[in-house]
């Protein structure tokens, strides 16, 4: 505080007591008036509307769950994935307008871009496993497929496999009633996840995965050759209505085995799902977190299976009539197959007729 000169002080203490005090007083009054913060009335338009200034958290049940498979070496995503994905528009009624979820899918993929590693083992499709029969039933991954998207199907006399029925392809938009029109297909394919992770994997994960019923889908032999190891920068359904369906269960099946996926592929997919409703394609079959799996048999007929190996092939193969068997009802271990008499090929797996079938 700033002091009176010496001739202004006054002589008698009591005056110079009441001077001080009133010099305090003032000095009082003005900090309270500069630094006094808002008074009521005054407030921002947030707070008098009653909207709390306390930072939201999303809840601990936000995060997904995490795929029992471990993540391979070269899925570490680029300095560009920490960018969070843009949060869902909301209309004026403050209601979400992200279709379906769309967002979120992403989200959980957007982690996963990353290039191929640069030096990983060649693909053999021998890395994995054939079609497989986990339950024991006689019926393998192939024809639990076939029976579970079938509108009807009736069985061979073995019981084994599927040897007639109806089925609708969404990505040809054509229905078909002969099993052998049909390739069962990897919608991630094998050839893809291996350059995306799996060639790390450990041989009974590569099992699991070729036999994945989250992975699989019946589709026109023809569709399935040209989708071949394609992603979605380069492929899409013949039939425009099935490219929601194909790109939710791509990126599903990405996200629950961890598989690293090329900017490229992930590009296209945020591309095409923007216009989708993954609430939609649920409904129709492709859930967005859980595989699917295959649906109690409907309207079957089977009759006493026949004995032993099939006499025209080595090593052991059903004993089906007709052609009901080919190349991929045929495990790891049964490929290739030796035609014993030559001509003698009822299966039809020997092709070119140097007595060797199923030798790719």
């Keep these: 505080?700033?002091?009176?000169?010496?001739?202004?002080?006054p002589r008698r203490p009591l005056l110079r007591v009441v001077l001080l005090l009133a010099v305090a007083f003032v000095a009082i009054v003005v900090a309270a008036v500069v630094f006094a913060g808002p008074r009521a009335g005054t407030e921002p338009a947030a707070v008098a509307a009653g909207v709390s200034d306390t930072p939201t958290t999303e809840a601990d049940d936000a995060t997904p769950p995490q795929?029992?498979?471990?993540?391979?070496?070269?899925?570490?995503?680029?300095?560009?994935?920490?960018?969070?994905?843009?949060?869902?528009?909301?209309?004026?009624a403050g209601v979400s307008s992200d279709p379906g979820g769309v967002n979120e899918l992403?989200?959980?993929?957007?982690?996963?871009?990353?290039?191929?590693?640069?030096?990983?083992?060649?693909?053999?499709?021998?890395?994995?496993?054939?079609?497989?029969?986990?339950?024991?039933?006689?019926?393998?991954?192939?024809?639990?497929?076939?029976?579970?998207?079938?509108?009807?199907?009736?069985?061979?006399?073995?019981?084994c496999s599927v040897a007639s029925g109806q089925w609708f392809d969404p990505y040809t938009d054509r229905t078909y009633t002969n099993p052998r029109d049909l390739d069962v297909d990897h919608v991630v394919a094998l050839a893809d996840a291996w350059v995306s992770g799996a060639?790390?994997?450990?041989?009974?994960?590569?099992?699991?995965?070729?036999?994945?019923?989250?992975n699989l889908n019946a589709i026109a032999a023809g569709e399935n050759r040209s989708k071949s190891a394609r992603g979605p920068a380069d492929y899409s359904p013949s039939a425009a209505g099935a490219r929601c369906e194909y790109l939710v269960q791509y990126a599903t099946v990405k996200i629950r085995?961890?598989?690293?996926?090329?900017?490229?592929?992930?590009?296209?997919?945020?591309?095409?799902?923007a216009g989708c409703d993954l609430e939609a394609g649920a409904a129709g079959g492709i859930d967005?977190?859980?595989?699917?799996t295959a649906a109690a048999p409907r309207a079957t007929t089977t009759t006493t299976a026949l004995p032993g190996c099939h006499p025209d092939y080595e090593p052991c193969l059903p004993n089906l009539p007709g052609d009901a068997l080919n190349c991929g009802d045929l495990t790891r271990e049964q490929r290739p197959v030796t035609v014993l008499v030559p001509g003698e090929d009822p299966y039809r797996l020997d092709r070119d007729g140097d007595g060797r079938g199923c030798t790719s």
């Design 106 to 159: 992403i989200a959980q993929l957007r982690p996963l871009v990353a290039e191929p590693a640069a030096a990983i083992p060649d693909y053999d499709r021998d890395h994995f496993a054939g079609w497989l029969d986990r339950d024991g039933d006689c019926v393998n991954t192939r024809h639990e497929v076939l029976q579970s998207e079938a509108a009807r199907f009736s069985m061979a006399p073995s019981g």
């Design 199 to 214: 060639w790390a994997w450990a041989d009974e994960l590569l099992d699991r995965f070729s036999n994945d019923l989250g």
């Design 257 to 273: 085995w961890q598989l690293s996926i090329t900017p490229a592929d992930f590009a296209a997919t945020e591309r095409g799902l």
């Design 288 to 292: 967005p977190v859980a595989p699917r």
């Design 1 to 9: 505080m700033a002091r009176l000169p010496r001739g202004l002080w």
């Design 67 to 92: 795929p029992a498979p471990a993540a391979a070496q070269n899925t570490a995503p680029p300095a560009a994935a920490a960018t969070p994905p843009p949060a869902a528009a909301t209309s004026a």
